[in-house]
C-alpha cells in the first residue's frame, strides 16, 4: 500500500485532524503570482478565433468526438476561453477576501476555468514541432497577456513522443500541450492540502478543453501516464517544486513531416521564471506525495485494469422520475465568460426548476470523463452521484442517489438536510441551508489506487475536478447559481451516504440554485463575450 492512501485518508479527515503542518498561516502579502513571469524571453501574441454559435455547450458535453484539427486561432481562441483572463469581477459576497476586491493589487480577474481558491497553479506549455506555424520549441502560455513565451528553439517533439512511449495519439502529431504546476502557487495558502486541489484544477482545465473542442468539431484526449521525470527534466522543471500532470496531443492541420523529429535527450529550457515570494516554502507531505504519484509513471495501465474501481450503477427500488434536462443551447464560450461562484447568495424562497436540476446532473456524469490514456471510450465513470434536495419545485426534500442510466433519482432517505450541511461546512462563504440542491461526487479513491498504483490518485481527483467544472458551466448556460467546495466535514457526509462499506470517498460539494434578486455586481469584460 503506498502513500497516497494515508494522503487521501488525511484528506478525508482534515476536517477532525487538521493535516501537518497544523499552525501554518499564508503570508498574503508575500503571495506567488498566479502564474510563471520569464522578464527577458521573447513572446509572440496569440490570435483568438471566434466560436459559432453552432459551437454549443450541448454539443461539448454531450457530443461526439470530434474529427477536425486545430489552427492557430483555435488553439488561440481555446486557451484564452479557458484559462486567460476574460475581465474583471467585483460583488458584494460571502467570501472572506470581499474587503480587498476593490482594490487593484488584489483584482478579481475571471477566467473561463475554476480553480481551488482561485489560485491557477496551472501552467500550459505547448510543445510545438516542424508541423507548426510557429518556430518549433517550447512555449508557455502568459495568462495575463494572452501570449506564447518562447522558452526554447528547436523542435524538442520526439522527446514527447517518446515520453508518451506507446500511446496512439503522441505518433500521429508533432505538437502537445503539457500541464505543468508549481506547487508554490497553491501550497502558499493550502500548504499540504495543496495537492488534492491541485489535481482537481487540472482535470477542471481538462474538462473545459473537453468541451470546448467536442464544440468545435475537435477532439482533445489526455495522458497521465508517461516518462514525468525526462519531461520535467525538457521544461527546467525542479521535481522539488514543479511537477508534469498531463500531457495532450493535438491534431493539427498541416502535414506531419515525412520523418519525425528525432530523440533530442540534451535539450533543455534553461530560462528561469522570476519569483515574488520573497520566501518560498516546501512541505514534506507535498513531497511525500508526489514522489509516491511519480513512480512507475511511465508504467501505463492495461485496458481493463480500472475496472474494479469503476462507480457501481444506481440502486434498485422506488424512482422519482426528473424531465429533460434544460437545453445547453449557449455557446461554449457564452457558458465559460459567464461561470462564477455564488458565494453566499442562494436563496430558497423561488424552488428550482426540476429542469435545471436534471441539466446539472447530466452535466455532472459527462463531465466526469476526461478521454484519459485509461479509459476506455462511452466506458462507466470513476465516479458516482449523491444529491442532497432541498428546495427543488415538485421532489420532496431529502437525500438521493443519481441513477445517470435512467436520469432518475433515487430515495435513500428523505427529510430537511439544510442544518447537516451547514453545521458540516467549515467556513461562512456558503449558505448551504439555502441552496436548492447539493451534489456530491463519490469515487472508491483506494480502490483506484489499488488497481494503478499511486499515480491513480492524480486520475481520480482530476475526474471529479472535470465534473465541478461541467455542473459549473452547465449551471451558467441555464442562468442558476453554482458554487464548489471543499471545506466540508468528509466523515459526516461518509457516515450519512452510507459510503464507508462501499468504499467511497465524498470529494467536494456541489451547489446550484437560485440567488437572492438585483444583486450588487460589477462587471468589466477585457474581451467581448
Not at 455547450?57 to 488553439?75: M, Q
Not at 508554490?184 to 491541485?198: D, E, L, M
Not at 468545435?216 to 522543471?237: I, P, Y
Request: proline residues 8%; contains cysteine.
Amino acid at each position: 500500500m503506498g502513500y497516497a492512501h494515508e494522503y487521501a485518508t488525511a484528506v478525508m479527515r482534515r476536517g477532525r485532524e487538521p493535516m501537518e503542518p497544523a499552525d501554518f498561516v499564508p503570508d498574503w502579502a508575500d503571495r506567488p503570482r498566479k502564474g510563471k513571469h520569464f522578464p527577458h524571453a521573447p513572446s509572440i501574441p496569440l490570435p483568438d478565433g471566434g466560436c459559432g454559435e453552432d459551437a454549443t455547450l450541448g454539443r461539448g458535453l454531450f457530443g461526439t468526438r470530434g474529427t477536425g484539427a486545430f489552427t492557430l486561432p483555435l488553439l488561440g481562441a481555446m486557451l484564452r476561453d479557458s484559462y486567460g483572463l476574460t475581465g474583471r469581477r467585483l460583488a458584494v459576497q460571502a467570501n472572506s477576501d470581499l474587503g480587498s476586491l476593490p482594490f487593484h493589487t488584489h483584482a478579481n480577474w475571471s477566467r473561463g476555468t475554476a480553480s481551488g481558491g482561485g489560485l491557477y497553479p496551472v501552467g500550459v506549455h505547448w510543445i510545438s514541432g516542424a508541423s507548426g506555424p510557429v518556430t518549433p520549441g517550447v512555449h508557455y502560455y502568459d495568462t495575463r497577456r494572452h501570449r506564447l513565451v518562447r522558452l526554447l528553439s528547436g523542435d524538442v517533439s520526439g522527446e514527447v513522443r517518446a515520453a508518451l512511449g506507446d500511446l496512439p495519439e503522441a505518433a500521429e502529431t508533432d505538437q502537445f500541450l503539457v500541464l505543468g504546476v508549481a506547487f508554490w502557487q497553491n501550497t502558499f495558502k493550502y500548504n499540504s492540502f495543496g495537492y488534492h486541489a491541485i489535481t482537481m484544477d487540472v482535470g477542471a482545465l481538462l474538462q473545459t478543453w473537453r468541451m470546448w473542442a467536442r464544440a468545435h468539431g475537435l477532439h482533445v484526449g489526455s495522458a497521465f501516464w508517461f516518462d514525468e521525470t525526462g519531461l520535467g527534466r525538457l521544461l527546467g522543471l525542479d521535481p522539488e517544486e514543479d511537477g508534469v500532470f498531463a500531457v495532450v496531443p493535438l491534431r493539427w492541420a498541416a502535414p506531419q513531416p515525412t520523418v519525425p523529429a528525432p530523440r533530442t535527450p540534451e535539450a533543455r529550457v534553461t530560462a528561469a521564471p522570476e519569483e515574488k515570494s520573497r520566501r518560498v516554502l516546501t512541505f514534506d507531505t507535498i513531497r511525500r506525495i508526489h514522489t509516491a504519484t511519480c513512480e512507475h509513471a511511465a508504467d501505463r495501465p492495461a485496458p481493463g485494469t480500472l475496472d474494479p474501481a469503476l462507480a457501481a450503477p444506481a440502486a434498485a427500488g422506488e424512482r422519482v422520475a426528473l424531465p429533460p434536462a434544460a437545453p445547453l443551447g449557449m455557446p461554449v464560450r457564452g457558458a465559460l465568460r459567464r461561470r462564477r461562484s455564488s458565494f453566499g447568495r442562494f436563496t430558497g424562497l423561488t424552488p428550482l426548476e426540476p429542469a435545471r436540476l436534471s441539466a446539472a446532473l447530466a452535466a455532472a456524469v459527462a463531465g466526469g470523463a476526461l478521454d484519459s490514456d485509461t479509459e476506455a471510450p462511452d466506458s462507466t465513470p470513476l465516479t458516482r452521484l449523491c444529491v442532497f434536495v432541498q428546495h427543488v419545485a415538485g421532489i420532496p426534500a431529502g437525500l438521493y442517489e443519481y441513477d445517470r442510466d435512467t436520469g432518475d433519482l433515487v430515495p435513500m432517505k428523505t427529510g430537511d438536510y439544510g442544518d447537516f450541511l451547514q453545521r458540516n461546512y467549515f467556513l461562512a462563504n456558503y449558505n448551504l441551508e439555502q441552496a436548492a440542491a447539493v451534489l456530491v461526487p463519490v469515487a472508491r479513491t483506494a480502490a483506484v489506487l489499488d488497481a494503478v498504483g499511486d499515480r491513480g490518485y492524480r486520475l481520480v481527483s482530476a475526474a471529479v475536478g472535470a465534473t465541478a467544472q461541467a455542473v459549473y458551466t452547465a449551471a451558467a448556460a441555464t442562468g442558476t447559481a453554482c458554487g464548489v467546495a471543499l471545506g466540508f466535514d468528509c466523515v459526516s457526509y461518509a457516515e450519512e451516504l452510507g459510503l464507508t462499506e462501499r468504499g467511497e470517498i465524498p470529494l467536494l460539494i456541489m451547489m446550484i440554485g437560485h440567488e437572492r434578486p438585483r444583486p450588487a455586481d460589477y462587471r468589466y469584460d477585457i474581451v467581448a463575450p
